[in-house]
């Protein structure tokens, strides 16, 4: 048995960048911060900050552009897809993070809109 899945929950960085290929279809970027929270060994809080890059495709792309703007807290599901390419005669792994559904938590519009 295989399972390839991801969950954040997080906000928006910045408005969403949405662009077309040229057959047409949708596709958007949204940055993502998911803050982690835990205890040290005295039992103090502590906090990070974890940065995500999400690719959605489709009208799941086209809604996030029209209604997810920079402070939109989202909850983000998908699956993890590997990737590699080559820069400079060397071979570079990445991990892309592609949503397969998004809820709106609390959205602001995009470019500071009301």
Same mark, same amino acid.
């Given at each position: 048995?295989? =399972?390839?899945?991801?969950?954040?929950?997080?906000?928006?960085?910045?408005?969403?960048?949405?662009? =077309?290929?040229?057959?047409?279809?949708?596709?958007?970027?949204?940055?993502?911060?998911?803050?982690?929270?835990?205890?040290?060994?005295?039992?103090?809080?502590?906090?990070?900050?974890?940065?995500?890059?999400?690719?959605?495709?489709?009208?799941?792309?086209?809604?996030?552009?029209?209604?997810?703007?920079?402070?939109?807290?989202?909850?983000?599901?998908?699956?993890?897809?590997?990737?590699?390419?080559?820069?400079?005669?060397?071979?570079?792994?990445?991990?892309?993070?592609?949503?397969?559904?998004?809820?709106?938590?609390?959205?602001?519009?995009?470019?500071?809109?009301?």
């Amino acid at each position: 048995m295989s =399972h390839n899945l991801f969950q954040f929950i997080g906000n928006i960085t910045r408005d969403a960048d949405l662009s =077309h290929a040229e057959s047409g279809a949708a596709r958007v970027q949204l940055d993502l911060a998911v803050d982690r929270v835990w205890r040290d060994q005295s039992g103090e809080k502590q906090q990070q900050t974890d940065f995500f890059r999400i690719k959605a495709f489709g009208m799941l792309a086209e809604n996030a552009a029209k209604y997810l703007g920079k402070g939109s807290k989202v909850f983000v599901d998908g699956r993890v897809e590997p990737t590699r390419f080559e820069r400079g005669g060397k071979t570079v792994y990445g991990i892309d993070f592609i949503a397969s559904g998004i809820q709106y938590l609390d959205t602001k519009a995009p470019g500071g809109q009301g």
